[in-house]
Structure formats: C-alpha cells, structure tokens
C-alpha cells in the first residue's frame, strides 16, 4: 500500500532554534496535513493544504505542499519547550474518501531549555 | 465544546478474548474514523463510517469490525483477541462538507493483550 516517508525519526534541539522536517511518498495526494500528538493525547492538526505548491502558516509552523504532490514540509521557527512532542504528516490520496488517511511514522521533537 | 470521547481509556485482556471500544464524536460530527497506533506500524487506519454506513475499511482482519449508531457515536469489535493487537486505538470525528483530513481525535482506548 502507499506509505509516507517521513524524516528525521527524532530531533533533539536547543530552544530558540529553528526545526524543518519532511515527508515525501512515491504516489500523489490531494492533500497534505501536518498533525501533533502529545503523550497521551490524539493528534490534532497543526495545518492543512490542498493545493501542490501552497505555502502556509500557523504561527511559528509554516507548511508547504510540493510542486509535484509528493511531498511536503513542516517548519518550526524559534523552537519553545512546549513543541516537544512527535509530528506526523498525513496525506490522503486522490479518490480517498474524507477520514481516511495515510499517516507518516512520525518525527519526534525535544526542545532542551 | 465537548471533544471526541472514547471509552474505556484503559484495558486489558487476555489472548483469545474479544473487546468493544467506544467512541462519541463531536456533536454534529457525523462521519468517525478508527486508526490503530503501534510503535512500529504508526497510525493506520481501520475503518471509516458516515449516517451509520461503513464508507471505507483499511487492510484488517475480519476480526476488527464497527458500526455506527444513528446518533453517531461508534462503537469498534475485536473478537478473538491476539498479542498484535496491542494498540492505541484512536478514533476521530469530522463535519461532512469539512475540508478533507480535518480530524478530530480522541484521547484513545489503550488495549494491553498479555
């Protein structure tokens, strides 16, 4: 089946530094979704696109959808304590229907005070 | 506004038992999703229901099943139960007409099968 390829598996930073990470697949998406989980939580959804090359931004989180529809990123400007946590994309495919989502193995964010 | 809900948190069976988990989504949400999460497999999708019709079933056994009732809250079933089950079972709601992939997730059923 298809499967997003997400990287890096973790990230240990200094806060105040600045975080990128990403997510490609071999198949097109209609849609790439950017979602944090924290421990014991669900994931919620940090951002959305739907449109190959859209740039958008959530605060410090900007996202792109690539050109091609393959992948996508997920920025993290001035990286703040409260980041920690493990992020994944999501992309749902063309004729998907609207809950079903294939999700990347996550990227796994510390933030050193 | 109350979250999606899901009940129990916690459990723990043995091999060869079933389990029922059950999830309320956001009122006014009328589509609900199931994704199982593990270490080593992440989020995958289970099955996906809408007006009390399952609309889209991910590559699990027969033994995992659902339903939804006509006031959208769901329930999922997994009969005969094995160690690879172990999972956060998540599930998450969405407003029909929504932007696709606007998932509201619930806090997850935590299944433990020894």
């Known amino acids: 089946g298809q499967q997003l390829n997400q990287s890096p598996q973790s990230m240990f930073i200094q806060e105040g530094e600045d975080v990128s990470m990403n997510c490609t697949s071999s198949?097109?998406?209609?849609?790439w979704l950017w979602y944090k989980q924290e421990p014991g939580e669900g994931p919620v959804l940090l951002i959305a696109l739907y449109k190959a090359g859209e740039l958008t931004s959530n605060g410090r989180l900007t996202a792109q959808f690539g050109i091609t529809r393959k992948d996508s990123f997920l920025n993290i400007s001035a990286s703040i304590p409260s980041d920690v946590g493990i992020y994944f994309c999501?992309?749902?495919?063309?004729?998907?229907?609207?809950?079903?989502?294939?999700f990347g193995k996550g990227t796994k964010l510390s933030v050193k005070p | 506004k109350a979250g999606v809900t899901q009940t129990p948190r916690y459990l723990i069976k043995t091999r060869g038992q079933q389990v029922t988990l059950s999830c309320s989504p956001i009122s006014g949400h009328r589509s609900v999703s199931w994704y199982q999460q593990t270490p080593g497999q992440g989020l995958q999708f289970l099955f996906e229901?809408?007006?009390?019709?399952?609309?889209n079933k991910g590559n699990f056994p027969g033994r995992f099943s659902g339903r939804q009732f006509s006031n959208s809250r769901s329930e999922m079933n997994v009969s005969t139960l094995e160690l690879g089950d172990s999972a956060l079972y998540l599930c998450?709601?969405?407003?029909?007409?929504?932007?696709?992939?606007?998932?509201?997730f619930g806090e997850g059923s935590r299944l433990t099968v020894l």
């Open positions: 998450a709601s969405t407003l029909q007409g929504a932007n696709t992939g606007e998932l509201f």
């Open positions: 198949s097109i998406f209609n849609t």
């Open positions: 229901y809408f007006s009390e019709t399952q609309r």
């Open positions: 999501a992309g749902q495919s063309p004729g998907g229907s609207q809950g079903n989502l294939i």
